[in-house]
């Protein structure tokens, strides 16, 4: 996915930062309109894979290495969606489906032909520091845990709770700190949907709610009096931050981080199921979800390499069960979707989503 004004590129293992200019693109514009890079911006979950066949890409020595930058999923789908031209990404990695509201914005800034490639899997974890004593959480333990307002005796308040065994007394006595994405990010859009929206549907104060919108508040609103932590973008700096602090401290973020840190990091349990690479692919793991990325079909013949990038992404070497990407945490499709997806770039297969 892609952004204008600095963007960390990829070239093998260097990273620059680069800015990019704009005349107007259109399909059938001449070659020395296009830039000579494919630029790419979104999700920080998808940004190492997106990172990785950028390199793999760039090693076939025919085309430039392409700008990579993680600004979250919303907003490299909202670059993305603003329009046709050199001045907007050509690629939105998203750890999330675009939502039909975003697919309406594209198409109203002139943004018609979208071509979708769902890359595979992930999960989304919640994990400690190496050491901390096991604890095992419950969607409904984490929304009583981490929502702005909860149930007490009988009547929504704000959130109370300072430490764990308040919620449950079978749970530890540590203190409720909890670094996780801000509302711009794929990851934190997934974890509201399957965790917090999850874990409040049996509690009945919330069920007593008649008025849709504020049962929806109740159940997705995280709390803010500093137990929630919004720590950015980055998936790595919760990382860095978790591995640096206390014991019991915990951070929300991609799978595929805590793959690449298991000698630093472990992960707690969600109902009672391991966040395995197995249980993410059959998805027993509660918190599992698909990740995403997408192309401008109108950038396809204009920017160079944008159609062999797409298939390289899509390839079997890429995205297989022993594709390379796996060793960077990525849980691949079946094989029988992923043929249907290579299937579908391989015709540029647009994308079509209700308003």
Not at 78 to 95: M, T
Not at 297 to 321: M, N, W
Request: proline share 5%; charged share 20%; aromatic share 6%.
């Amino acid at each position: 996915m892609i952004r204008i004004p600095q963007l960390a590129a990829v070239a093998a293992a260097a990273v620059a930062v680069v800015v990019a200019a704009g005349a107007a693109l259109t399909p059938s514009a001449e070659a020395q309109q296009a830039r000579n890079q494919i630029r790419a911006a979104g999700s920080s979950t998808v940004y190492p894979f997106t990172t990785a066949v950028a390199e793999q890409f760039a090693r076939g020595g025919q085309f430039r290495a392409p700008i990579v930058e993680s600004i979250g999923t919303g907003a490299g789908i909202r670059a993305f969606c603003q329009g046709v031209g050199v001045a907007h990404p050509d690629v939105a990695n998203a750890s999330r489906r675009m939502s039909a509201s975003e697919f309406n914005t594209c198409r109203q800034n002139g943004v018609t032909e979208i071509v979708e490639l769902q890359i595979g899997f992930d999960g989304i974890v919640i994990a400690v520091k190496k050491g901390t004593p096991p604890i095992n959480l419950t969607r409904q333990q984490i929304w009583r845990g981490l929502a702005r307002e909860v149930p007490v005796n009988g009547q929504l308040v704000r959130n109370p709770h300072t430490h764990w065994n308040q919620i449950d007394p079978s749970l530890p006595n540590i203190a409720i700190e909890v670094m996780g994405p801000p509302p711009t990010s794929g990851t934190r859009d997934s974890f509201v949907e399957l965790v917090m929206q999850e874990g409040c549907k049996d509690v009945a104060e919330v069920r007593a709610v008649t008025d849709a919108r504020r049962r929806n508040e109740v159940c997705s609103a995280m709390r803010e009096d500093g137990r929630f932590i919004e720590a950015g973008e980055n998936d790595n700096l919760i990382v860095q931050r978790l591995v640096a602090g206390q014991s019991g401290v915990m951070g929300i973020f991609g799978y595929s981080f805590l793959d690449q840190n298991r000698d630093r990091l472990e992960a707690i349990r969600i109902d009672g199921v391991e966040d395995s690479f197995e249980n993410i692919a059959s998805g027993r793991y509660p918190v599992s979800r698909a990740m995403f990325v997408y192309v401008k079909k109108a950038h396809i013949g204009v920017v160079p390499g944008l159609r062999e990038f797409l298939v390289e992404y899509a390839s079997e070497r890429a995205i297989g069960d022993r594709g390379y990407l796996t060793s960077r945490g990525l849980v691949p499709m079946v094989r029988e979707d992923r043929t249907r997806w290579r299937q579908q770039i391989e015709a540029l297969q647009l994308l079509s989503l209700g308003s």
